[in-house]
């Protein structure tokens, strides 16, 4: 029909975005649809930005993307309540011509790449809610519903792009809702303080940046890490922690987050600082096992909505973009040899995927995410705490023997987990980040 499709797509964040460019670029008639506002109104990030996974879209993005500081960078702490032990990594090499990461703000972000989806003849349609998919009589999706009036809206395939909630594709049937040990709850605050400021305390020059990402009690036990990350004229700090820990815990998510900002380590770096922003998001975090089935006659899914998300290593919106992007790509490859938008065709979508380092990573870490969850009390509480001991002890000087400190640290670990215990955890720590 004359209003039909070559693609809709739900929802502009990383995944939409991605999809819907890479096709509206390749000449395909291509719907967006954003439930917010504007795009990026409803989303949430850290937020750091995995620049080759834009560049791979986007070239010349540096050109005009709205980017805050790129990161030179990274601390990494194991927290008890009034210590920190951390390792940090900062290089000069960061500072290159085009740099590797960079921190952003999503609802600026989004935006700007909503334009770029508008500029690459894509028709994007925000405050628009995709309120469930259409389907024929054999089952294979034809289109969506809206909260607009109108009734259906026709197109060849569907992308579902709606993020870690996907009411959508839920409802429909198409995959399960996260449970709660696979996805965590994360909230962030925005501290302003002057552009100055922030460099004097992270010791940076220019548009060099810092993040930090922390884990241990500050979880109080439970899966869960805090994040500071510096943008250009604020200070993102935020706690996430699986929504299984949180239901068993009883834990305030805020509370949490209170507790992070007051601790002595992260105090004195938002000291004077105005909280302009608050948000609350879910975040995949299930790995491998919790992904869905990816695509079928009519529809793909694509990013957060289908659990593509590096808990480990933090990264998500690179997945998402990615994931995006081939979707597009392989939407694009079917049209072009006249193939038809079913589940044998679009299991091209999935080949990619399994090509790239989406899949490769998240099959690399598929036990990671079961062994935080059920032995969290461990990681998150006590060897944070023993770490934490062990590193005073070692520091701290008053008389007490070289030999005696040694003894009591070594002895503090056996009494907390036992001999075996420990080499049981150090051997499924090991299998498990192989
Ligand atoms: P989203 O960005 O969630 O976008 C989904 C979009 O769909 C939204 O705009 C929503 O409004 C829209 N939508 C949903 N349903 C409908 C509907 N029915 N109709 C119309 N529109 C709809 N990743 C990183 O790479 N680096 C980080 O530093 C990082 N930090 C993070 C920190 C926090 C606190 C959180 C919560 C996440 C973080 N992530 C990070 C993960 C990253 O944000 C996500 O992986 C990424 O946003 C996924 O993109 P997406 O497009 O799949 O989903």
Known sequence: TKSKFDAIVIGAGMSGNAAAY???????????????????SKNVQGAILYA??????IPNFRDDAPLERHLVEQRFWLMDDSSHTGVHYRSDDFNELKPNRYTIIRAQF????????????????????????????SGSVIGVYTDREGGVILADVVVLAEGVNGLLGTRAGLRDMPKPENVALAVKEMHF?????????FGLTGGEGCVIEAGGTISRGMAGLGFLYTNKESISVGIGCLVSGLAESM??????????????????LLAGSEIKEYA??????????AIPQLFGNGWVVVGDAAQLNNAVHREGSNLAMTSGLMAGEAIFQIKSRGGLM???????????????????????HKDLPSLLHTDSHNF???????????????????????????????????NARSRWGLISDAVRSAVSWR
Not at 52 to 57: P, R
Not at 251 to 268: C, G, T, V
Request: with cysteine.
């Open 22 to 40: 890479s096709m509206a670029r390749r000449g395909l008639k291509v719907l967006q649809l954003e439930r917010g506002e504007h795009s990026g």
């Open 52 to 57: 080759n996974m834009l560049e791979a879209i």
């Open 110 to 137: 989004d935006k700007w790449f909503s334009s770029k989806v508008r500029e690459a003849g894509g028709t994007v349609l925000c405050e628009t809610t995709a309120t469930k998919l259409a389907r024929d009589r």
């Open 193 to 201: 303080m002057p552009e100055e400021v922030i460099a004097e305390r």
């Open 251 to 268: 834990e305030n998510p805020y509370r949490l987050l209170d507790a992070f900002k007051q601790h002595p380590s992260i105090r004195p």
């Open 280 to 289: 609350a998001h879910l975040i995949p975090e299930g790995g491998f096992k």
């Open 342 to 364: 079913t589940k044998r065709n679009l299991s091209l979508y999935k080949g990619m995927l399994d090509k790239s380092f989406v899949m490769k990573d998240l099959i690399k």
């Open 380 to 414: 998150f509480m006590t060897y944070p705490t023993l770490i934490s001991q062990a590193a005073q002890n070692f520091v701290r000087v008053d008389g007490a023997p070289k030999i005696n400190r040694e003894k009591a640290t070594a002895a503090s670990f056996i």
